[in-house]
């Protein structure tokens, strides 16, 4: 079984609404990390997100387009706000486990397309 | 802020074939880890290197960070074309102080042909 289980795997949607990640790890964990990986390009950290805590947001992101719950220490919701299609891009959700000998454990990625 | 550069950035090889993906960090590096990606898909972890000098091989796949931390090396041993994929290294440059702040080299596309 999948240790990170994130949905949706993929959307279309249109320009101007919101969408909503969701990362369900399988065991507690401290951190979770939100990462944007645009067409062609590699990982972009967006923010980490603490249970109990405002998540801290990396140079470039900001809360009122990414907002992130952290309700408890196996779930975190990444929403991607008021879409363009620059927001076009996969988005990844990770955790430290220790399943990976506790590398960072990736969830299998949300496909978005903004039309 | 520290940089990862891969090389080469894509790769075609023959089916049995053997082949090396290279990281290389402006910066010294605490935690190397290297993932394989499928096109539009999640990241697989593959190995995490901590110490120079350090080497790590699964199935048919070696990683190793030289002494100086600042390099590591990916090795597929008589490639398949399951083996086909983005490769691509991260790394943690903050001493393991600020967990999950990886920093990602632009991947190299390994195609594998039968």
């Known amino acids: 079984s999948a240790v990170i289980s994130q949905k949706p795997s993929r959307d279309i949607c249109q320009r101007g609404t919101s969408l909503t990640i969701q990362c369900q790890v399988d065991s507690q964990v401290t951190m979770m990390f939100w990462y944007r990986q645009q067409p062609g390009q590699s990982l972009t950290l967006i923010a980490t997100a603490n249970q109990g805590s405002e998540a801290t947001y990396e140079s470039g992101f900001v809360i009122d387009k990414f907002p992130i719950s952290r309700p408890n220490l196996t779930f975190s919701t990444l929403t991607v706000s008021n879409m363009s299609p620059e927001d076009s891009s996969i988005y990844l959700c990770?955790?430290?486990?220790?399943?990976?000998?506790?590398?960072?454990?990736f969830g299998s990625g949300t496909r978005l397309t903004v039309v | 802020s520290q940089e990862l550069e891969q090389s080469p950035q894509s790769l075609i090889v023959q089916e049995g074939k053997n082949l090396t993906i290279n990281c290389t960090s402006s910066k010294t590096l605490y935690g190397l880890y290297w993932y394989k990606q499928k096109y539009g898909e999640g990241l697989i972890f593959l190995m995490m290197?901590?110490?120079?000098?350090e080497e790590k091989s699964h199935e048919k796949i070696t990683a190793k960070l030289d002494e100086k931390k600042q390099q590591s090396s990916l090795h597929i041993t008589a490639s398949q074309p399951s083996h086909a994929g983005i490769y691509l290294c991260g790394a943690d440059n903050t001493g393991g102080t600020s967990y999950g702040k990886l920093t990602f080299g632009q991947g190299t596309i390994l195609t594998v042909h039968p």
């Open positions: 290197l901590q110490k120079g000098g």
């Open positions: 990770s955790a430290r486990t220790g399943k990976s000998g506790y590398g960072y454990t």
